[in-house]
C-alpha cells in the first residue's frame, strides 16, 4: 500500500494510491484518522488497507501537490556516512565507523515530490544525496534488534539536499548546511514494505538530468536497519511517526573534480524500485 499526503482545490487530505489517483481516506469517516501521522499513531493501518482494497479513485495524482509524506514528523533524523564506499570516497584512510555519524533536520527543510528545491543567495554549492527512509509505526525504547524491522511502518525517499560550504561552518556541526529551507525533498509517499518485498538488496538511483550519479543497493551499508533502530532507540524514545534516513552512496556532487553544484534549471530524480520515483527542479530563491 502507498499512502500519500496531498494538498487539492486548497485542500489537505491523505490517501491510497489505486492506480494512477488517490483514494481519499482522510475525507472518510471510516478510519478515524486524518493524517498518515494519525494513522500510525492509532494503530490503523490494517484498517486503511481494508477500507482502500478494491477501492475506485477520487482523484487523479496529475492533480495534486504532493506534501511531505509525514509533514510534521515527531523527530526527523538522518544518518551520515554510511555506505562502505562512501567513507572510502572522503580518500582519509579512515577505517569503517565504529558508530553513526547523526544529525537532526527540520521539516521545514523539505519539499514535496514535484516540487522545487531551494538554492539560497548565500551558497553556490546546493548538492544532492539520495537515501531510503524509514518511518516508524510502532514506538519504543532500547528496541532489540532482532525486533526491530517490527516497528517500521514503510519506507519514502529523500533527497538531502545539503549546502556544502555551510556543513563547514563549524569544526563538529553540520546542522546550518542541512537544514536550509526548502533545500531537500522527501517522497513521494509512504510505501508498506510488502510494496519492496521487505528490506534487503534495495537498489538506490540519483540521476541529475537524467544522468546517473549515485547507483548502489543497502547491501553496501555499513550500519544495517535494525541496528540503527536499536542504536537510536537507545537514547531516544522512538514514536509512530518518526522518520530516518539512512544515508547516501558514493557520487554526490561534492566529490567530483571539479564538483557538480545543483543549478536552477536542473531536475534531480531519486529511484528505487518498489518505492518510486522521488523527482524535483532546482530554482534560486525569490528573496
Same mark, same amino acid.
Given at each position: 500500500?502507498?499512502?500519500?499526503?496531498?494538498?487539492?482545490?486548497? #485542500?489537505?487530505?491523505?490517501? %491510497?494510491?489505486?492506480?494512477?489517483?488517490?483514494?481519499?481516506?482522510?475525507?472518510?469517516?471510516? %478510519?478515524?484518522?486524518?493524517?498518515?501521522?494519525?494513522?500510525?499513531?492509532?494503530?490503523?493501518?490494517?484498517?486503511?488497507?481494508?477500507?482502500?482494497?478494491? =477501492?475506485?479513485?477520487?482523484?487523479?495524482?496529475?492533480?495534486?501537490?504532493?506534501?511531505?509524506?509525514?509533514?510534521?514528523?515527531?523527530?526527523?533524523?538522518?544518518?551520515?556516512?554510511?555506505? %562502505?564506499?562512501?567513507?572510502?570516497?572522503?580518500?582519509?584512510? *579512515?577505517?569503517?565507523?565504529?558508530?553513526? +555519524?547523526?544529525?537532526?533536520?527540520?521539516?521545514?527543510?523539505?519539499?514535496?515530490?514535484?516540487?522545487? &528545491?531551494?538554492?539560497?543567495?548565500? +551558497?553556490?554549492?546546493?548538492?544532492?544525496?539520495?537515501?531510503? !527512509?524509514? @518511518?516508524?509505526?510502532?514506538?519504543?525504547?532500547?528496541?532489540?534488534?532482532?525486533? =526491530?524491522?517490527?516497528?517500521?511502518?514503510?519506507?519514502?525517499?529523500?533527497? /538531502?539536499?545539503?549546502?556544502?560550504?555551510?556543513?563547514?561552518? =563549524?569544526?563538529?556541526?553540520?546542522?546550518?548546511? #542541512?537544514?536550509?529551507? #526548502?533545500?531537500? =525533498?522527501?517522497?513521494?509517499?509512504?510505501?508498506?514494505?510488502?510494496?519492496?518485498?521487505?528490506?534487503?538488496?534495495?537498489?538506490?538511483?540519483?540521476?541529475?538530468?537524467? /544522468?546517473?550519479?549515485?547507483?548502489?543497493?543497502?547491501? *553496501?551499508?555499513?550500519?544495517?536497519?535494525?541496528?540503527?533502530?536499536?542504536?537510536? *532507540?537507545?537514547?531516544? /524514545?522512538?514514536?509512530?511517526?518518526? !522518520?530516518? *534516513?539512512?544515508?547516501?552512496?558514493?557520487?554526490?556532487? %561534492?566529490?567530483?573534480?571539479?564538483?557538480?553544484?545543483?543549478?536552477?534549471?536542473?531536475?534531480? /530524480? @531519486?529511484?528505487?524500485?518498489? &518505492?518510486?520515483?522521488? +523527482?524535483?527542479?532546482?530554482?534560486?530563491?525569490?528573496?
Amino acid at each position: 500500500m502507498k499512502l500519500v499526503t496531498y494538498e487539492l482545490e486548497g #485542500k489537505q487530505s491523505f490517501g %491510497a494510491v489505486v492506480g494512477n489517483g488517490i483514494f481519499d481516506v482522510g475525507a472518510r469517516n471510516e %478510519a478515524g484518522c486524518g493524517s498518515v501521522l494519525e494513522v500510525l499513531q492509532t494503530g490503523s493501518l490494517s484498517k486503511v488497507e481494508k477500507m482502500t482494497s478494491g =477501492a475506485g479513485s477520487d482523484a487523479d495524482l496529475a492533480d495534486i501537490k504532493y506534501l511531505l509524506p509525514i509533514p510534521r514528523p515527531p523527530k526527523l533524523l538522518c544518518i551520515g556516512v554510511n555506505y %562502505a564506499n562512501r567513507n572510502e570516497e572522503y580518500r582519509d584512510g *579512515s577505517d569503517l565507523p565504529r558508530f553513526p +555519524s547523526m544529525f537532526f533536520r527540520t521539516p521545514g527543510s523539505f519539499v514535496g515530490h514535484g516540487e522545487d &528545491i531551494v538554492r539560497p543567495p548565500e +551558497s553556490g554549492q546546493l548538492d544532492y544525496e539520495g537515501e531510503i !527512509v524509514l @518511518i516508524i509505526g510502532k514506538g519504543g525504547r532500547r528496541i532489540p534488534r532482532e525486533n =526491530a524491522l517490527d516497528h517500521i511502518a514503510g519506507m519514502t525517499l529523500m533527497n /538531502e539536499g545539503t549546502l556544502r560550504d555551510w556543513i563547514r561552518h =563549524a569544526k563538529f556541526n553540520v546542522t546550518q548546511g #542541512k537544514n536550509f529551507e #526548502k533545500s531537500g =525533498a522527501i517522497g513521494p509517499w509512504m510505501v508498506t514494505p510488502d510494496e519492496t518485498g521487505g528490506f534487503d538488496g534495495l537498489h538506490l538511483t540519483t540521476r541529475v538530468n537524467g /544522468e546517473v550519479r549515485q547507483d548502489d543497493t543497502t547491501d *553496501s551499508i555499513i550500519f544495517d536497519f535494525p541496528y540503527l533502530i536499536n542504536y537510536i *532507540s537507545t537514547f531516544a /524514545e522512538l514514536e509512530p511517526g518518526d !522518520v530516518i *534516513s539512512t544515508g547516501t552512496p558514493t557520487g554526490a556532487g %561534492a566529490r567530483f573534480d571539479p564538483p557538480k553544484w545543483l543549478v536552477p534549471g536542473d531536475t534531480v /530524480e @531519486i529511484e528505487v524500485p518498489g &518505492i518510486g520515483v522521488l +523527482s524535483n527542479g532546482v530554482a534560486d530563491e525569490k528573496v
